[in-house]
T-cell receptor, first 115, second 113 residues
Framework: AQTVTQSQPEMSVQEAETVTLSCTYD???????LFWYKQPPSRQMILVIR??????QNATENRFSVNFQKAAKSFSLKISDSQLGDAAMYFC????????????FGTGTLLAVQP | ETGVTQSPTHLIKTRGQQVTLRCSSQ?????VSWYQQALGQGPQFIFQ???????GRGNFPPRFSGLQFPNYSSELNVNALELDDSALYLC????????????FGSGTRLTVV
């Protein structure tokens, strides 16, 4: 069975600095997708960035980028120029390439941004 | 383009009762998934509906059931509520065949006392 592990329950970063959130996963599939979601106090899961396993190039969305290491099954999120609005719970998620859109989530990392 | 809407936002029920949670999917989306998020945990997949049929289920007992309607909205029903059912229930909609992730609602906070 696929699993997703986030080993950092909490992280803190100074405003304008860079922070990296870690995620590892386990799967025997070759076709899958990885996601980072942000969950602010409003509770809604917001997609931050996604990565297709078949793409070697790391995904980037403005200040957010990933370091996807397929052999190591690692998928870390880097937030550059951190802003106060980045403070939230961040979840790493996995989905295989099958018909079911089932997402498997990690336990999350609570990010605090210090002014 | 409307997002995913869930109702109610909060709910308190007594152990043994039944509850129905509702979800309106985003415009253009035809697949709905439900997740249970216990306090301090990541969401756990309950099931998914496509074309009004369940086409994927997580490790949840049969007392968790659902429906999808022709307009793609959905209901989650939980019978014989237990204290451990207290959680945030999230609905997510997507378009079948799309790999662009999902749109989540803000959830229903269910408390079982």
């Amino acid at each position: 069975a696929q699993t997703v592990t986030q080993s950092q329950p909490e992280m803190s970063v100074q405003e304008a600095e860079t922070v990296t959130l870690s995620c590892t996963y386990d799967t025997s599939e070759s076709d899958y997708y990885l996601f980072w979601y942000k969950q602010p106090p409003s509770r809604q899961m917001i997609l931050v960035i996604r990565q297709e396993a078949y793409k070697q190039q790391n995904a980037t969305e403005n200040r957010f980028s990933v370091n996807f290491q397929k052999a190591a099954k690692s998928f870390s999120l880097k937030i550059s120029d951190s802003q106060l609005g980045d403070a939230a719970m961040y979840f790493c998620a996995y989905r295989d390439g099958g018909a079911t859109n089932k997402l498997i989530f990690g336990t999350g990392t609570l990010l605090a941004v210090q002014p | 383009e409307t997002g995913v809407t869930q109702s109610p936002t909060h709910l308190i029920k007594t152990r043994g009762q039944q509850v129905t949670l509702r979800c309106s999917s985003q415009s253009g989306h035809n697949t709905v998934s439900w997740y249970q998020q216990a306090l301090g945990q990541g969401p756990q997949f309950i099931f998914q509906y496509y074309r009004e049929e369940e086409n994927g289920r997580g490790n949840f007992p049969p007392r968790f059931s659902g429906l999808q309607f022709p307009n793609y909205s959905s209901e989650l029903n939980v019978n014989a509520l237990e204290l451990d059912d207290s959680a945030l229930y999230l609905c997510a909609s997507s378009r079948a065949g799309s790999n662009y992730g999902y749109t989540f609602g803000s959830g229903t906070r269910l408390t079982v006392v």
